[in-house]
């Protein structure tokens, strides 16, 4: 199963269902984020801006994820804030999945001193978990510009961390450190939980690469260790598509696992114009995370 939508010049797609009706939120607007919607995943009708007019983002609305939490709805983003110049993780509320969303804070979410990108949420018997990346524009380790994932457990009210986040993955498997020396990644988060274990899904090399891709990593518990597949578990498909990745989870109707990403639009010529996709997850009789096509 491979869904192709119509939904191009974006990135970063993540679907919310609420009842018979999905959410799209991507990565495109220059200035805050659009939406699709659709009964059938197929066939998408854009619903304009759920969150525009930034109070502290200047630019680079980046990776928008919507969850019902307790009667609302979370938007959770990257953007670069305007005091620094940096890039940092937001939070917005609304009453309503189409919005309009509203920060929760008159800035950023929370301000760890460095650049961060692509936010989610795990919820998890009754706990929150916020997991972001530690952007490699800032940070650079023995010369290497490096990516790297965070998490930690937040508060009820998902605004404070109730620790320390801890680092849980950097680039270090052949497939994830060969293609660029001077430039790693690992970035975009998402998280499952199934049969008491938690599987971390991410993405490797640079979106405008053909080579970007999803890893894998199961651990016993939210906050780790985790232990990486040692290969992608989605990849380009050579004369089909390329770049695909920064994926997301959602169930439909029928309560089966799928997954939202993104390929380029024209893989011959692979930029940040890219297109939603929409497949199917899940787990083998020993426990192994799969992507079908």
């Known amino acids: 199963m491979l869904i192709r939508t119509k939904i191009t010049g ?20 220059p200035d805050g984020f659009r939406f699709w919607t659709s009964e059938d995943l197929e ?12 109070a502290w983002g200047e630019n680079c609305f980046w990776a928008p994820e919507v969850y019902e939490y307790r009667g609302k709805y979370y938007l959770l983003y990257t953007a670069r804030w305007k005091t620094c110049h940096s890039l940092r993780i937001g939070l917005a509320v609304a009453d309503a999945p189409e ?5 929760v804070k008159e800035g950023p979410l ?22 972001y990346v530690r952007d490699c524009s800032e940070n650079i380790i023995n010369g290497i510009h490096t990516s790297q994932i965070y998490g930690g457990e937040v508060t009820e009210d998902l605004l404070t961390f109730k620790e320390a986040p801890v680092r849980l993955t950097t680039p270090d498997l052949p497939w994830e450190t060969s293609l660029d020396p001077a430039w790693q990644w690992n970035e975009g988060p998402a998280l499952l939980k199934h049969a008491g274990k938690y599987y971390l899904n ?13 890893g894998c990593a199961v651990a016993d518990s939210p906050l780790g260790p985790f232990v990486k597949y040692e290969a992608p ?10 770049g695909p990745g920064h994926n997301s989870f959602f169930e439909n109707e029928a309560g089966e696992l799928l ?27 020993e426990g192994v995370f799969k992507i079908t096509l």
């Open 43 to 54: 066939n998408w009708t854009e619903g304009g801006y759920c969150y525009r007019n930034s």
């Open 110 to 131: 929370f301000d760890p001193g460095y650049a961060c990108i692509d936010a989610t949420f795990l919820f998890d018997g009754g706990r929150a978990y916020l997991y």
């Open 202 to 214: 991410y993405s490797v090399n640079c979106y405008d690469s053909p080579a970007y891709s999803v």
């Open 99 to 103: 919005g309009p969303f509203v920060d």
């Open 259 to 285: 997954t939202a990403f993104h390929i380029h639009t024209y893989p011959e010529k692979p930029s940040g114009d890219r297109r939603a996709c929409i497949a199917a997850a899940g787990f083998d009789g």
């Open 10 to 29: 974006i990135g970063d797609p993540f679907v919310l269902r609420k009842g018979k009706k999905y959410y799209l939120y991507a990565t495109g607007a």
């Open 233 to 242: 578990v989605l990849a380009r498909m050579e004369g089909d598509f390329s």
